[in-house]
């Protein structure tokens, strides 16, 4: 059977190499930047011989959520979401908690709830960026993972695609502010959306556009 070749599977190899047996997970988050919303992360884990064969298959071209389009991000993410040996969990913290503990240790909450809504417990985790306050199980953070680890890259597809339905949704309750089209980011339609008809409940009330807005809404 034709394998992987590809080093996006080097840091799997690298520890299931070692410890075939440990179930190893895959970490990313999506929305730490938008006005709006939740920031979302997700695990993600497989046995490394189904890796390398998505890899060339179904998954293959499986990048950073950022440099997939919107079409091929909903592809993967209903192959990552339907193969049953793939195990994986997701963590969501609302605005309001963003609002009370800051988007850093919300981004950290969100993964730790990831983590822990695996089916299996994670042995071990490759995380994107930096390392994360009290996770549950060692890591290894990786500076750009999402485009270095395969497990991560699935991680940051799901992320990616679970909030931007979210957001979907969230247009159905507020369609003046045009979130399914932008996500919730600050683009020049939303700021436009913010300043006619003020923040809606579930803007970031801490971030500075919209904390700005509530500044003047006093006055």
């Known amino acids: 059977m034709k394998q992987y070749s590809g080093n996006k599977l080097a840091y799997e190899t690298k520890y299931l190499g070692v410890h075939p047996e440990w179930h190893l997970a895959g970490v990313d988050e999506a929305g730490r930047g938008p006005l709006v919303g939740p920031v979302v992360a997700a695990a993600v884990s497989m046995p490394l011989a189904l890796a390398q064969t998505l890899a060339i298959g179904d998954l293959a ?15 993967f993410f209903h192959t990552l979401t339907n193969i049953p040996e793939i195990d994986f969990g997701v963590g969501i913290v609302s605005a309001q908690e963003i609002d009370k503990i800051n988007i850093l240790n919300a981004t950290h ?109 006093l006055f």
């Open 61 to 75: 071209g499986l990048n950073d959520s950022k440099q997939l389009s919107e079409n091929k991000r909903e592809l």
């Open 109 to 217: 909450l969100a993964m730790r709830r990831a983590i822990l809504s695996l089916k299996s417990p994670a042995d071990f985790a490759l995380v994107d960026g930096l390392r994360v306050k009290g996770l549950p199980c060692e890591h290894e953070a990786i500076v750009k993972g999402d485009a270095k680890s395969f497990f991560i890259a699935a991680a940051s597809v799901i992320a990616k695609v679970t909030r931007d339905h979210s957001l979907v949704e969230l247009d159905k309750k507020f369609p003046e502010y045009g979130f399914a089209k932008h996500k919730g980011y600050g683009t020049a339609e939303h700021l436009e959306a913010l300043r006619k008809y003020g923040p809606c409940p579930e803007h970031r009330r801490t971030f500075k556009p919209v904390a700005e807005l509530d500044q003047m809404l």
